[in-house]
T-cell receptor, first 114, second 113 residues
Framework: SAVISQKPSRDICQRGTSLTIQCQVD?????MFWYRQQPGQSLTLIAT?????????ESGFVIDKFPISRPNLTFSTLTVSNMSPEDSSIYLC???????????FGPGTRLTVL | KQEVTQIPAALSVPEGENLVLNCSFT??????LQWFRQDPGKGLTSLLL?????REQTSGRLNASLDKSSGRSTLYIAASQPGDSATYLC????????????FGSGTQLTVLP
């Protein structure tokens, strides 16, 4: 299985600021995804991070609010822009490979917006 | 749109008891179903994956079954231990080139010593 790290592990931010979350994988992966888990809720897919092209966003999520980069097959970033307290969540990246149907998740980034 | 439901939302059992967690989904056209464990404030740990052509998978004290036609999966935990206390999530993969997961709301399990 892939080993996935996320930075930062947690942060407390002020309203109106932006935070960039990094996801690093120890091997090349085909697919990378970003999920959000709001307090007491299950996971909701934000977008699929596509290498070399724009991310594919799910309904309710837009690029201006959650810009995503994926410069190569092992790294992706998610930015939470112009934050409000409603953005307080755990943000998780996950990966999948063409050789396996299983998906693996990073440890998550716990974001609190004051 | 795929919807995934998990029942019960919370479960408390004494140590040593066998238990079953339930997961149901509305669209049977799935690629696979995956069970995860999440400890408080942590990420997800993959427990078992059942591909659409399979009916069950086993790992240690865990057994997961899948009935695509009825849109149901169960996770059976034998001889539960306090260390099994966590939230258990099921997720279905709709397959194709997308491969995104749709998650249930989870079952919060507490195993009492």
């Amino acid at each position: 299985s892939a080993v996935i790290s996320q930075k930062p592990s947690r942060d407390i931010c002020q309203r109106g600021t932006s935070l960039t979350i990094q996801c690093q994988v120890d091997s090349q992966v085909t697919m990378m995804f970003w999920y959000r888990q709001q307090p007491g809720q299950s996971l909701t897919l934000i977008a699929t991070a596509n290498q070399g092209s724009e991310a594919t966003y799910e309904s309710g999520f837009v690029i201006d609010k959650f810009p995503i980069s994926r410069p190569n097959l092992t790294f992706s970033t998610l930015t939470v822009s112009n934050m409000s307290p409603e953005d307080s969540s755990i943000y998780l990246c996950s990966v999948g490979t063409s050789g396996s149907v299983e998906q693996f998740f990073g440890p998550g980034t716990r974001l609190t917006v004051l | 749109k795929q919807e995934v439901t998990q029942i019960p939302a919370a479960l408390s059992v004494p140590e040593g008891e066998n238990l079953v967690l339930n997961c149901s989904f509305t669209d049977s056209a799935i690629y696979n179903l995956q069970w995860f464990r999440q400890d408080p404030g942590k990420g997800l740990t993959s427990l078992l994956l059942i591909q659409s052509s399979q009916r069950e998978q086993t790992s240690g004290r865990l057994n997961a079954s899948l009935d695509k036609s009825s849109g149901r999966s169960t996770l059976y935990i034998a001889a539960s231990q306090p260390g099994d206390s966590a939230t258990y999530l099921c997720a279905v993969d709709r397959g194709g080139s997308a491969r995104q997961l749709t998650f249930g709301s989870g079952t919060q399990l507490t195993v009492l010593p």
